[in-house]
């Protein structure tokens, strides 16, 4: 009970006179549309209503007036200023009609809400007399109201969160397609890569044969011309012309051995190593390169884990790395060189496994590299200095090498900025007995040493398929004092150890890759079966898993690389004699 219905001023709505209206009609129409009438008589403050405004109200019907206190002490406890000052408003605003909306407390405790509508009647001086209107039951419809709030409010946050679901699967499929598309990519690099590291292994086999061939034979030619000089200006011209060439063989050598690198088809003698003394070791060698104007700094991550790796392959990979951010540093910079503990998680994506790494950081402040280029970095003769200025080959055996050992390599690169390359090598996880690596014994002896020879009665198998290679061997060997005998593959080694007149072998010195289906390995089991005392010397140019497992040198195996010389021949020959002579 709150607001008037408009009535007429001549017949004011409210005293409710017993002639007025039949009252069982009114009773009948104001039960069966909820409503009930009421009526204030704001001089008395006393309040008359039909029976169903008190049905409504929750209060007995009666046809007397009541205090209007009655009516107004129902109304709910959070609604009651409300009702006051709207109520207020219309009588002292000067305002006749008057809606709201509220709730009231039946005796019951009931809790139901009332719309209610009146009017106020004034006199002709417009004092308010009297407050008439109608009251509305709208409990059912406000539960209804609040029904279908909740229920868009339930729809919108389901909305929303449809919305939000569809955008985030909408991410997900996005990221997914470029995470299939870089998946794509990096596949595809890895094919193009294996496919110019298989060619490249290829052509570096046979060059090294060559190489053996010319090597081999400027040196002999070198030899005899120290043996038997050429007198006068012809003389000198020759010697420097075979100087000139040798010089140029190495630099082949050199190229062809990086080439191995990148294809990853160059043995490795790994050893546990402590990076944080090998970048110690190598800082002297570093100032010298770097020079003047460019600065090397170290941060070096204490209690480094030990990783496994050939420690020549890696101080050369160091020294391409800090030449390289030299060259990229004209004008003078810094190098920075950092080692850290890294442990990657399956989900860091891209090519890097799961796993421990002692990661290896070579950053510099140098001119960088455009985005276009970085993809292409790795691969062999690949270069971004002027011409002349680089062979192209560096990055791509510190790749090789990296592979080959079990980790990974980064590059980022910002034009102006600088260049940071990252180098993820496995933490060792070996014992002593695993970490006891082959050997390689490439050694040349120094000026202050003797050319080590034969002893009396030493004899050699030389085992090698290439004829002029051989040829040169043979040479080698004799000149050397060694008792020679040679085969072109494993199958004529064996005819020729089964000669009656091969009673002493003291070496076989045999090529890796050999034709008509026995390799060096094979031919070597075949002749321990025999005669197991006999120490094996290996040669190759190139080797994929014939004396190597993973790329590293199967323990106590012994390796000459090719193209060698006859002064690591003569080491190389000599020591592998004499560790099987220590031995026994």
């Keep these: 009970m709150a607001s008037a219905m408009p009535q007429s001023d001549k017949e004011p709505f409210g005293l409710l006179p017993d002639d007025a209206f039949d009252r069982d009609a009114l009773a009948l129409a104001e039960e069966s549309a909820g409503v009930g009438v009421w009526s204030i008589d704001l001089t008395t403050a006393r309040v008359r209503g039909t029976a169903q405004f008190f049905r409504i109200m929750g209060l007995p019907p009666t046809s007397e007036s009541i205090p209007v206190d009655v009516v107004r002490a129902l109304r709910h406890p959070d609604d009651r200023e409300r009702v006051v000052a709207g109520f207020r408003n219309a009588l002292e605003g000067g305002g006749e009609t008057y809606e709201i909306e509220y709730r009231i407390v039946r005796p019951d405790g009931s809790i139901r809400w009332i719309f209610g ?29 609040a029904a279908l709030a909740a229920a868009t409010l339930e729809l919108a946050r389901m909305n929303q969160e449809l919305e939000q679901r569809v955008r985030e699967r909408t991410a997900a499929l996005e990221e997914e397609a470029l995470r299939r598309v870089e998946a794509e ?59 000139t060439a040798q010089k140029a063989s190495q630099t082949a050598k050199q190229t062809v051995q990086r080439l191995l690198a990148f294809s990853r088809l160059q043995p490795l003698v790994p050893t546990e190593l402590d990076l944080n003394v090998l970048v110690g070791d190598l800082a002297g060698m570093f ?95 690949f270069t ?27 590059i980022d690169s910002t034009v102006g900025a600088g260049t940071t390359i990252r180098i993820y090598l496995p933490r060792s996880q070996r014992g002593p007995a695993d970490a006891r690596p082959g050997t390689t014994v490439s050694r040349a002896r120094s000026q202050e040493e003797a050319r080590p020879l034969a002893r009396e009665g ?3 198998l030389l085992v090698e398929d290439d004829d002029e290679v051989r040829q040169f061997g043979v040479a080698a060997l004799e000149g050397l004092g060694y008792r020679v005998l040679s085969a072109a593959d494993g199958a004529e080694a064996i005819e020729v150890l089964a000669s009656a007149d091969v009673a002493r072998l003291d070496l076989l010195f045999t090529d890796i890759v050999l034709p008509g289906g026995m390799s060096g390995r094979d031919l070597a089991e ?34 000459l690389h090719k193209p060698y010389t006859i002064d690591s021949l003569a080491v190389a020959v000599r020591e592998s004699i004499d560790a099987v002579a220590r031995r026994t």
């Design 117 to 145: 509508r009146g009017r106020v009647i004034r006199a002709a001086d417009g004092t308010p007399l009297r407050y008439s209107g109608v009251d509305l039951d709208i409990t059912e419809r406000k539960a209804t109201e």
């Design 185 to 243: 990519l990096r596949l595809h690099q890895a094919q193009k890569m294996e496919a110019v590291g298989q060619l490249t292994g290829g052509i570096a086999h046979d060059f090294n044969n060559i190489l053996q061939v010319i090597m081999g034979n400027l040196e002999l030619a070198r030899l005899n011309l120290v043996r038997a000089p050429v007198a006068g200006a012809h003389g000198e011209i020759v010697m420097r012309a075979l100087d």
């Design 287 to 381: 100032a010298r390169v770097l020079g003047g104007p460019v600065r090397v700094d170290t941060a070096l991550a204490p209690s480094l884990w030990l990783t496994f790796a050939d420690r020549n392959q890696l101080e050369s990979v160091l020294l391409n790395l800090v030449v390289n951010a030299r060259d990229a540093m004209e004008s003078g910079g810094r190098v920075l060189i950092e080692t850290a503990n890294v442990e990657i998680d399956a989900g860091a994506g891209q090519d890097l496994s799961p796993g421990q790494y002692v990661r290896l950081t070579v950053s510099d402040t140098g001119c960088g590299i455009a985005s276009e280029h970085l993809d292409k970095v790795f691969e062999p003769f």
């Design 384 to 410: 971004t200095k002027e011409t002349g200025k680089g062979s192209g080959l560096g990055l791509s055996m510190v790749y090789g090498f990296v592979k080959q050992s079990g980790g990974h390599i980064r």
């Design 458 to 460: 030493e004899c050699v």
């Design 526 to 559: 075949s002749v321990h079966a025999r005669r197991r005392e006999v120490p094996v010397l290996f040669v190759s140019g190139y080797t994929r898993n014939v004396i190597v497992q993973d790329g590293r040198l199967l323990p106590d195996a012994r390796l």
